[in-house]
């Protein structure tokens, strides 16, 4: 019901449940949702969405796993409880990824045991945030 009143959180939930990507067209669109909305709950399923593949080289937050986890780690910026202890990190150990820091720091942790580039995350994480004109909401406990 929410979905079918707007509310991008909950499209971007049903969304990223189905088998099929979307194109990246509508991913753009659904970025362009998001950043109106200000939503880091809905930030944060956006990181998890499967989408096809397109757009500038340059613009790393739009595809692959590293905008998964700009967008995830984005969410905890704008004002998502992403802290040790927090329902979403209760969520993450309930699903075999237990950490005892907040998510960013393990998605840092994962990106780089995996052989990945820090640098580019935080370069996308950076792109993300300069997308909302307005400062981060303070932290939900």
């Known amino acids: 019901m929410a979905a079918l009143n707007g509310d991008v959180a909950s499209i ?57 986890h700009a967008w995830q780690i984005a969410a905890c910026r704008r004002g998502l409880d992403c802290a040790a202890g927090s329902a979403l990190m209760d969520q993450f150990c309930m699903a075999g990824m237990c950490a005892p820091s907040d998510l960013e720091a393990y998605i840092r942790a994962e990106v780089a045991r995996r052989g990945g580039d820090v640098d580019q995350l935080d370069a996308a994480v950076d792109s993300i945030l300069a997308l909302f004109p307005t400062p981060p909401r303070q932290h939900r406990r």
């Open 12 to 68: 971007i939930w049903l969304q990223r449940g189905e088998p099929d990507p979307i194109t990246h067209a509508a991913y753009l669109a659904l970025i362009e949702q998001v950043v109106a909305a200000d939503d880091p709950t809905a930030m944060l399923y956006l990181g998890d969405m499967r989408h096809e593949a397109g757009g500038d080289e340059a613009v790393d937050f739009t595809r692959g796993e590293v905008a998964g």
